[in-house]
C-alpha cells in the first residue's frame, strides 16, 4: 500500500543553518507529493507541491525535488529562520486522491 | 478571500457528553475533509463530501461519530457519547475537485 516515512521526529538547528528533512515513499503509479506546515495554534497550510510534470518545487526559500529512483522527497533550505519553527509534513497524493501524511518532523531554530 | 472558519475553537466535555463541530469552506470549493488530530501525531482522515455526498467515511467511528453536510457548502461533525480517547484538534479542509487542500485552525477537544 501508499505510505510515507519521516524518520526524524525532531530537527534542531541554529539560525542560518542549513535544513535538511528527509522523506521517503512507497506507492504505486506516479503520485503527486507535497510539504505541508502547521504553526502552533494553526492548522496545517500547504508550503509546496510537486507532480511527475515538474519535479522541483520551492516556496519561501525551501526547496524539494521528486526522486522517482530513491522515492525521496527530501525538504531543504539553505538558512533557516527562527519563524521556521514548525511541523512540518511530507505528504502523498494518491491516484484516487487521497492523503497519505508522514508523522511529522518538529523543527525547532534557537534564537 | 476568507479562508476555512471552524468553530468552537476549543470544547473541554465530561465523558458521555455530546459536542458538534461547525465547518465553513472556503467559497466555491466543493470537497470538504474533516480530520482529527492527536497530540504530536498528523492529521487522520475522518470523512470527506464532495458537494453534499460522503465520498468516503470508512474512518469515522459511526457508533459515536456523524458529520454532514447537507447544502454542500458548511458542514457539521458531531460526537454523540464523547470519550477521553477522542481527545485531539479536529481539522476541517475543503479543496477545489481535490487539489490542494486549505485547512481551518481547528477545534481543540478535551475530553475530561
Known amino acids: 500500500g501508499n505510505s510515507v516515512t519521516q524518520m526524524q521526529g525532531q530537527v534542531t538547528l541554529s539560525e542560518e543553518e542549513f535544513l535538511f528533512i528527509n522523506c521517503t515513499y512507497s506507492?504505486?503509479?506516479?503520485?503527486?507529493l507535497f510539504w505541508y506546515v502547521q504553526y502552533p495554534g494553526e492548522g496545517p497550510q500547504l508550503l509546496l507541491k510537486?507532480?511527475?510534470a515538474n519535479n522541483k518545487g520551492s516556496s519561501r526559500g525551501f526547496e524539494a525535488t521528486y526522486d522517482k529512483g530513491t522515492t525521496s522527497f527530501h525538504l531543504q533550505k539553505a538558512s533557516v529562520q527562527e519563524s521556521d519553527s514548525a511541523v512540518y509534513y511530507c505528504?502523498?497524493?494518491?491516484?484516487?486522491?487521497?492523503?497519505?501524511w508522514g508523522s511529522g518532523t518538529k523543527l525547532i531554530i534557537k534564537p | 478571500e476568507a479562508g476555512v472558519t471552524q468553530s468552537p475553537r476549543y470544547a473541554v466535555l465530561q465523558e458521555g457528553q455530546a459536542v458538534s463541530f461547525w465547518c465553513d469552506p472556503i467559497?466555491?470549493?466543493?470537497?470538504l475533509y474533516w480530520y482529527q488530530q492527536p497530540r504530536d501525531q498528523g492529521p487522520q482522515l475522518l470523512v470527506y463530501?464532495?458537494?453534499?455526498?460522503?465520498?468516503?467515511n470508512s474512518q469515522l467511528p459511526s457508533d459515536r461519530f456523524s458529520a454532514v453536510r447537507p447544502k454542500g457548502t458548511n458542514s457539521t461533525l458531531k460526537i454523540q457519547s464523547a470519550k477521553q480517547g477522542d481527545t485531539a484538534t479536529y481539522l476541517c479542509?475543503?479543496?477545489?475537485?481535490?487539489?490542494?487542500?486549505?485547512f481551518g485552525a481547528g477545534t481543540r477537544l478535551s475530553v475530561l
Open positions: 479542509a475543503s479543496s477545489f475537485s481535490q487539489n490542494t487542500l486549505y
Open positions: 467559497s466555491g470549493h466543493d470537497t
Open positions: 463530501f464532495r458537494d453534499e455526498a460522503v465520498i468516503d
Open positions: 506507492t504505486t503509479g506516479y503520485p503527486t
Open positions: 510537486v507532480t511527475t
Open positions: 505528504v502523498l497524493g494518491d491516484s484516487n486522491y487521497q492523503l497519505i
